[in-house]
């Protein structure tokens, strides 16, 4: 399955470009979905996004100008209007209709530019994942987190429905071996999988002892949301041990949400973008700080060790071996996505 | 086109293989036309070039010695005398008759040494490029110029017959915005390809209100010569606007030659050696350091952005999507190396 | 031939793993034969090694630790004891039968450990290359010794039946041109090869005119021992010129032997694991400083060379074009390696 699914993405979807404040009035390049992208803003503010090269002789037009919200090429000037249409060919009056840029549409949601990576006519901006809690009251924000990967974004899947790889490749932020022997569940719907579990009456994780005021043991929850292709958020909190075990626990206990953009920058390498939100603390710049500097640690543990399996992946050709209980919901995210882009020809 | 052509060469022409000042009696090695040599100069100051491997195990000539004028590999000692035939087994008298390196005719002229890259019987030197104003009084010359391009030389012969692209890529030094819209005129004989433009009654481009004294605009001429494969000669400059627009004005003109050298390292990487002949600011070193500096800087421009094309070449394997009308001299020096590639068989 | 040995290696063999000193309690990680493999020693000192890689979904076990003699994979927890065996899957009881390592039978002499490379079963440490003078008295030794080799180690064995070499590559150290046209001699057996000679009435080589006490010129002999596929040892000195050319005269003389335990890396690359015994300078530190430095610049030497031949192999796909007299013990040997590996089916 692995192989069918090598460098080919979803392309109906929503994946974050950049961050809002990445792109101005400057060309910025990047690489997305295995195609160069050129990117900025015009006057007005207004993101546009064009395939990287120009349809001349390939010249890439990152490293030409932008007058005003024209794009032009700096190799032999042609122009390109917003909509990627050229509108001169400097010496040479007809301009040649296949003279144009691939474009995308783009929406600017949570600080971040989304871009639409299918027909830009089905593009529904309405479709970008929602966010409650954020500009919510009472919730404390850390976005704008970028992380390369040098692997597949379907490691990273992997990765974001599987709460149990935490006991052991983060038990120094997140994690801890109280988990290690509890069963993960699965629930999955269109477009959406859940994987999670309640680790009872355990000690606090490292980022609980140092954030929360528990009595004691506590009864823990991971709650993996993974919405197809690429957008997940984890849903990860604790209450003292001994409660029900209900949503509307989870309400009043220590909590967090972790959202992870995973966009592919080519087959073997992703552009991670993450932002938190979180009941506590709020309104304290250190831990607003603490918090990006502890996911950051967090997330670079995974990219080590995703780097890893992807070189021995395609050193091998394999992707796994032997398949556990917990490869469940990976196999299903999988299975969802290879349906998607089946589903696209 | 492209396809047909990446990889091959013109072998039946001259390249320029090294400055004269790069050979002495220390063992060079440069990759030429896809194959690494070695050259040197005997102790009579001639010039030699072979394959850079011993026959016998591969390893590189140029790490071993010169012995007089033998060459002696430093492996196991085998001894090549400058025609290539081995006169030397060390422990074993008879000399295997396929002990041979493979030699180039070499030529030196204009402080070049000249690399026949075909049958070396075939070689005469009376065909390599002809540079009249080469140690003509009243003309000053910068030479012994080189620069690395990452990118085929064939996308370097597209530039050397397209004066429009200067008015973008090079509008800091010899290029401005004056020409942008003036039409590229073209002519080819056999071996020859000329691309010329006259833009009238424009503003001096940098490089001429630096060294030029115009009363105002000026008349501005570039032709842009390639003798193909891979030798070019532009013949730039200006007079003051207003009189006739012929080769005698030209004579009494602000007026260079900048012969441009290519030579291909591999499908993929270029060896560009140039000169710079000019009839103002003669004998003054400071102009010749600045002529230096600012054509450096231009080729540089070339460079950077050749490379990137290069690589959107290999990446999509496509050389261009849309042709142009300054893309006729382009193609037909293109087509006119294909069929000199062709008829070599 | 070369092709058909490309990426293919004589697995039914004892090489050299690592150096006794560089296995403890940590995880280390080394590519033997193109696989990774993951080392260390159990608590009793016992040393271990598996394939690098956990049969769930491929991570490093390199990247997971040590619980006492289980190591433990550092992405969800699976527990291996030393034979390979998994015996924990966390939160899944039943453990799949596939879930089981790789492991090598391992034998630790003279400071090194040993990896069979095939079937442990088959694993026989009287098998190991005997090293007679190893700990004898009267004999110094420098032991422990690495170096990374950019080349097959089919070139490395090459120069392990090739003394005619010496006497360009290695006339800073271990030859001179004293040798050069003195004919190598070649006898072989099941498993082995010797190629030699002796160089009579020479001027001594550098390393007997640092260490030596000769009257003038000498009788050097050189005799290079291969046991197939990569176990070296070469037998070299000198006495004063004139007498015996005998194995009873070698016994007398200023003597060393060179032991070279070539591991490959890969196809295209080796570890190089050396130790050298004398009958000179015995318990002087300083001399073993000088015999480490000396044989090490020897051997870069080597190095250099060789890895300079294999980009030339690779680009060329062809190994020599000329074969001479000396090339007999190699191409022997390489014929007998291709044997062995056909043999293994």
């Given at each position: 399955m692995?192989a069918?699914?090598?460098?080919?993405?979803?392309?109906n979807?929503?994946?974050?470009?950049?961050?809002?404040?990445?792109?101005?009035?400057?060309?910025?390049?990047r690489?997305?979905?295995?195609e160069?992208?050129?990117?900025?803003?015009?006057?007005?503010?207004?993101?546009?996004?064009?395939?990287?090269?120009?349809?001349?002789k390939?010249?890439?037009?990152?490293?030409?100008?932008?007058?005003?919200?024209?794009?032009?090429?700096g190799y032999h000037?042609?122009?390109y209007?917003?909509?990627?249409?050229?509108?001169?060919v400097?010496?040479?009056?007809?301009?040649?209709?296949?003279?144009?840029?691939k474009?995308?549409?783009?929406?600017?949601?949570?600080n971040?530019?989304?871009?639409?990576?299918?027909?830009?006519a089905?593009?529904d901006?309405?479709?970008?994942?929602?966010?409650?809690?954020y500009?919510?009251p009472?919730w404390?924000?850390v976005?704008?987190?970028?992380l390369?990967?040098?692997t597949?974004?379907?490691?990273?899947?992997?990765?974001l429905?599987?709460?149990a790889?935490?006991?052991?490749?983060?038990?120094?932020t997140?994690?801890?071996s109280?988990?290690?022997?509890?069963?993960?569940?699965?629930?999955?719907?269109?477009?959406?999988?859940v994987?999670?579990r309640?680790v009872t009456?355990a000690e606090?994780?490292?980022?609980?002892?140092?954030?929360?005021?528990?009595?004691?043991?506590?009864?823990?929850?991971?709650?993996?949301h993974?919405?197809?292709p690429?957008?997940?958020?984890?849903?990860?909190g604790?209450?003292?041990?001994g409660?029900?075990?209900?949503?509307?626990?989870?309400?009043?206990g220590?909590?967090?949400?972790t959202?992870?953009?995973?966009t592919?920058?080519?087959?073997?390498?992703?552009h991670?973008?993450w932002?938190?939100?979180r009941n506590?603390?709020?309104?304290?710049a250190?831990?607003d700080?603490?918090?990006?500097?502890v996911?950051?640690?967090?997330f670079?543990?995974?990219?080590?060790?995703l780097?890893?399996?992807q070189q021995?992946?395609?050193?091998?050709g394999?992707?796994?071996?032997?398949?556990?209980s917990?490869?469940?919901?990976?196999?299903?995210?999988?299975l969802?996505?290879?349906?998607?882009?089946?589903?696209?020809?």
């Amino acid at each position: 399955m692995s192989a069918s699914l090598d460098g080919r993405f979803v392309r109906n979807a929503w994946y974050v470009a950049a961050w809002s404040r990445e792109l101005g009035r400057s060309l910025m390049s990047r690489r997305i979905l295995g195609e160069p992208l050129v990117m900025f803003r015009k006057q007005d503010g207004t993101p546009v996004a064009f395939v990287d090269r120009c349809p001349h002789k390939l010249a890439p037009l990152s490293r030409g100008e932008l007058i005003g919200d024209l794009i032009q090429c700096g190799y032999h000037g042609m122009q390109y209007d917003s909509t990627g249409t050229c509108v001169r060919v400097p010496g040479q009056p007809p301009i040649p209709p296949a003279a144009r840029l691939k474009s995308f549409a783009l929406a600017e949601k949570y600080n971040a530019v989304w871009l639409w990576a299918g027909d830009p006519a089905a593009a529904d901006a309405n479709r970008i994942v929602d966010i409650p809690e954020y500009d919510r009251p009472g919730w404390g924000l850390v976005d704008g987190q970028y992380l390369h990967f040098a692997t597949s974004y379907l490691n990273l899947t992997d990765n974001l429905v599987d709460p149990a790889h935490t006991s052991y490749v983060h038990r120094r932020t997140i994690g801890n071996s109280g988990g290690e022997d509890v069963p993960v569940k699965v629930e999955h719907s269109e477009g959406h999988i859940v994987a999670y579990r309640w680790v009872t009456n355990a000690e606090p994780v490292p980022v609980m002892k140092t954030y929360g005021s528990f009595k004691g043991n506590i009864d823990r929850w991971q709650y993996y949301h993974l919405y197809l292709p690429s957008n997940s958020y984890v849903d990860f909190g604790a209450v003292d041990t001994g409660g029900e075990l209900t949503e509307k626990a989870k309400e009043g206990g220590f909590r967090s949400f972790t959202y992870n953009f995973l966009t592919p920058e080519t087959a073997a390498s992703t552009h991670y973008f993450w932002l938190h939100l979180r009941n506590y603390g709020v309104g304290i710049a250190q831990v607003d700080a603490d918090i990006a500097r502890v996911y950051t640690q967090t997330f670079e543990e995974d990219r080590d060790l995703l780097a890893a399996i992807q070189q021995q992946q395609e050193a091998t050709g394999v992707r796994e071996y032997v398949k556990l209980s917990i490869d469940h919901a990976p196999a299903r995210a999988r299975l969802m996505i290879q349906r998607m882009i089946e589903a696209e020809g």
